[in-house]
């Protein structure tokens, strides 16, 4: 090893000793300290690079570092950043307009993170059913389902089925049902006078890349509509060209009554999230209702706008089906002792070990090896969800590297 590779290494082990000794234990990340991110590359401290297998999640689905996303950001860094909703604001409006041309619903309203995002959807549907709907808010019910994830606030982890997100954080709030994922009986069995929503993933990301059987998003949206209640769709992560499409419902051809997006809303330089609905829905909502100091803040606003601009002009939702398909193909042609399947839609696959297999962190850290950054989910699932600006050619690289990986003993 030369002075500056020791040196180097050196930073790696100071910088992750820094994060534990003054950060909170509430992650566990691989050793990979990370400086640097262009497109679908990042570089460690080290200098190494590597292809981001996991796009945060996919709030990086336009790529690291999009030179437009960067000029928009500093450009409306210089003119003005946050005016809170006391007054308005030139970015604002435009978004709103933009964002429901081009998703077809009537009203936005912007949030910051997922999970505020996700709380607000449960606001507008409760207040919605006890102001059109006339089931009182003590108790109405939304329905949700086993291995959901819509955030950690304590209202959201409160009707989750993983262990370790609720244990110690209770009491939790009342009014949700769970139901088990990609049964439509299920949810006609649960359906009554009170139940108000169902709030779904139309895939599970967190769940394990779980694509629902075919139908199910079509039968929920036939029973909402039928029993008066709202389908409101969680696309925080399957949203905005992840599964090959704008939104992952289209490939069932349905429109919920309420979308959540987040994530690569804004392309990973600044959080925005928001909820998506039309006037019959969104009006319950008056002044003073609900509202965030940072949502709606130009800054973010202008950044969103440039993100869901490059989405579309970079046809990086078609490149996702495209591309994809691809990918999935690849995968599912690997023989490997290890897999057991291979689930997914557009750019975003699950990678299923089998149960003797050890985990997925251990590919997970092989793969960091050769030169390829992703996380496991639900201890045997590899989640692979490139930047969708990935071309052929980069997904050839990692595939012949997955391809070692998954083969090896
Ligand atoms: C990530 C995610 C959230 C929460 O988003 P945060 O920005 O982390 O709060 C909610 N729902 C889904 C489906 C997600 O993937």
């Given at each position: 090893?030369?002075?500056?590779?020791?040196?180097?290494?050196?930073?790696?082990?100071?910088?992750?000793?820094?994060?534990?000794?003054?950060?909170?234990?509430?992650?566990?990340?691989?050793?990979?300290?990370?400086?640097?991110?262009?497109?679908?590359?990042?570089?460690?401290?080290?200098?190494?690079?590597?292809?981001?297998?996991?796009?945060?999640?996919?709030?990086?689905?336009?790529?690291?570092?999009?030179?437009?996303?960067?000029?928009?950001?500093?450009?409306?860094?210089?003119?003005?950043?946050?005016?809170?909703?006391?007054?308005?604001?030139?970015?604002?409006?435009?978004?709103?307009?933009?964002?429901?041309?081009?998703?077809?619903?009537?009203?936005?309203?912007?949030?910051?993170?997922?999970?505020?995002?996700?709380?607000?959807?449960?606001?507008?549907?409760?207040?919605?059913?006890?102001?059109?709907?006339?089931?009182?808010?003590?108790?109405?019910?939304?329905?949700?389902?086993?291995?959901?994830?819509?955030?950690?606030?304590?209202?959201?982890?409160?009707?989750?089925?993983?262990?370790?997100?609720?244990?110690?954080?209770?009491?939790?709030?009342?009014?949700?049902?769970?139901?088990?994922?990609?049964?439509?009986?299920?949810?006609?069995?649960?359906?009554?006078?009170?139940?108000?929503?169902?709030?779904?993933?139309?895939?599970?990301?967190?769940?394990?890349v779980v694509v629902?059987?075919?139908?199910?998003?079509?039968?929920?949206?036939?029973?909402?509509?039928?029993?008066?209640?709202?389908?409101?769709?969680?696309?925080?992560?399957?949203?905005?060209?992840?599964?090959?499409?704008?939104?992952?419902?289209?490939?069932?051809?349905?429109?919920?009554?309420?979308?959540?997006?987040?994530?690569?809303?804004?392309?990973?330089?600044?959080?925005?999230?928001?909820?998506?609905?039309?006037?019959?829905?969104?009006?319950?909502?008056?002044?003073?209702?609900?509202?965030?100091?940072?949502?709606?803040?130009?800054?973010?606003?202008?950044?969103?706008?440039?993100?869901?601009?490059?989405?579309?002009?970079?046809?990086?939702?078609?490149?996702?089906?495209?591309?994809?398909?691809?990918?999935?193909?690849?995968?599912?042609?690997?023989?490997?002792?290890?897999?057991?399947s291979i689930r997914g839609?557009?750019?975003?696959?699950g990678?299923v070990?089998?149960?003797?297999?050890?985990?997925?962190?251990?590919?997970?850290?092989?793969?960091?090896?050769?030169?390829?950054?992703?996380?496991?989910?639900?201890?045997?699932?590899?989640?692979?969800?490139?930047?969708?600006?990935?071309?052929?050619?980069?997904?050839?690289?990692?595939?012949?590297?997955?391809?070692?990986?998954?083969?090896?003993?």
């Open positions: 090893m030369d002075q500056s590779t020791t040196t180097s290494t050196r930073r790696a082990a100071e910088l992750i000793a820094l994060e534990e000794r003054y950060g909170a234990h509430n992650y566990h990340p691989l050793d990979v300290v990370l400086e640097r991110g262009e497109g679908v590359w990042v570089w460690d401290v080290e200098g190494k690079r590597y292809m981001d297998c996991l796009a945060a999640y996919s709030a990086v689905n336009q790529g690291h570092c999009h030179p437009r996303l960067v000029a928009a950001l500093e450009k409306q860094a210089h003119r003005l950043t946050l005016t809170s909703r006391a007054f308005y604001n030139d970015q604002l409006g435009p978004l709103c307009r933009e964002i429901c041309e081009l998703t077809g619903f009537t009203r936005f309203l912007p949030m910051n993170s997922g999970a505020e995002a996700v709380e607000t959807a449960i606001k507008l549907a409760r207040k919605w059913g006890q102001t059109v709907r006339g089931v009182p808010d003590t108790e109405s019910r939304i329905l949700v389902f086993d291995e959901n994830f819509h955030g950690r606030t304590t209202t959201i982890v409160g009707f989750s089925t993983h262990a370790q997100y609720r244990e110690g954080f209770g009491p939790f709030a009342g009014g949700f049902r769970i139901l088990p994922y990609g049964d439509a009986e299920a949810v006609a069995a649960a359906m009554d006078e009170k139940t108000i929503a169902v709030l779904v993933e139309p895939i599970q990301g967190e769940g394990g629902p059987p075919e139908g199910y998003l079509a039968a929920l949206r036939d029973l909402t509509r039928a029993r008066g209640a709202l389908l409101v769709c969680d696309e925080i992560q399957s949203g905005l060209g992840r599964a090959g499409k704008l939104f992952a419902y289209e490939h069932e051809g349905i429109r919920p009554d309420v979308a959540i997006v987040g994530k690569a809303l804004s392309g990973g330089l600044y959080p925005v999230s928001g909820v998506l609905a039309d006037d019959a829905v969104m009006d319950v909502f008056r002044p003073g209702d609900h509202g965030s100091t940072y949502g709606g803040n130009p800054l973010g606003a202008a950044v969103a706008r440039e993100a869901l601009r490059v989405l579309v002009e970079e046809g990086l939702i078609e490149s996702s089906a495209r591309l994809g398909a691809y990918l999935l193909e690849r995968l599912r042609a690997i023989r490997s002792p290890h897999v057991e839609r557009g750019l975003w696959a990678i070990l089998r149960p003797e297999a050890g985990g997925a962190r251990r590919f997970c850290e092989a793969l960091r090896e050769e030169g390829i950054l992703c996380k496991e989910t639900q201890e045997r699932v590899i989640r692979l969800a490139p930047p969708l600006v990935v071309s052929r050619q980069d997904l050839d690289w990692a595939l012949e590297r997955l391809e070692r990986v998954l083969q090896r003993p």
